[in-house]
């Protein structure tokens, strides 16, 4: 087991947060930037909704009376209703109150000094689902083997990453609105969103980019102590060691956010 070297950013969500793994990802580009000042663990979930990610994110996120000999959360960004906006009767699907609720739920996991897990360091980011380009998603489940119906709808989509502002709203929370930023560099043309979709509902490496710098600019506007560039390598850098005058002094672990 590794010991408690640095903090580190969370991310929790489906699919679209699993794939920021892929070359070019939202959560790849992140471990770059953030490297030996934050690491970033990946908690997306293919296939899983809001209902189905609360049990799981109880048994990985360490509760208050562990934290304090484990690394701290800095952020937490949660990014689902990709598949809670699933037409009924998919097993998948969550009701867009219900959606909202969980949301919340698990913000204030998180926020409130009543949860078990709630963690004061925390900052916490929401991200809407992208849009779906109906028109490829149904080609795509047209050549599956059986066949496939179409399981989602455009504007169903569109209420739910809605409902993700509103939520960010209500909890005062931060929201990367990629929703919006998708479909307006698409030209609000619902068929141009193939250049930023693999398959009409995952982004591709361009998609992705949306995610990353919305959320870097997110970061930069409302929790800019943890920016990248407003950390320090929790290890010095091998020049600080090598001329310095302790080397056993320079080489101990130092605190990310003691940026001189």
Known sequence: MNAYTQDCICLLGDSLTQGGWEPHGFAQRLSYVYARKLDVINRGLSGYNTEWAIPVFEQFFAKSKDQEHLPKVQLLTIWFGANDACIPPSPQHVPLPTFSANLSKLINLVKSPDSPYHSPSTRVILITPPPVNTYQRGADLATRNPPLDLDRKFEVTQQYAEAVKEVGAKEGVPVVDIWSSIWEA???????????????????????????????????????????????????????????????????????????
């Not at 980019?209 to 870097?216: A, E, I, N, S």
């Open 186 to 260: 698409a030209g609000k043309v619902e068929r141009d969103l193939s250049r930023y979709l693999n398959d009409g509902l995952h982004l591709n490496a361009e998609g992705y980019t949306f995610v990353y710098d919305g959320l870097l600019k997110t970061i930069s506007e409302s929790y800019p102590e943890i920016h990248p560039d407003n950390l320090e390598f929790v290890f010095a850098p091998w020049a600080d060691v090598a001329n310095a005058a302790d080397r056993s002094q320079a080489l101990r672990k130092r605190d990310a956010f003691l940026r001189k």
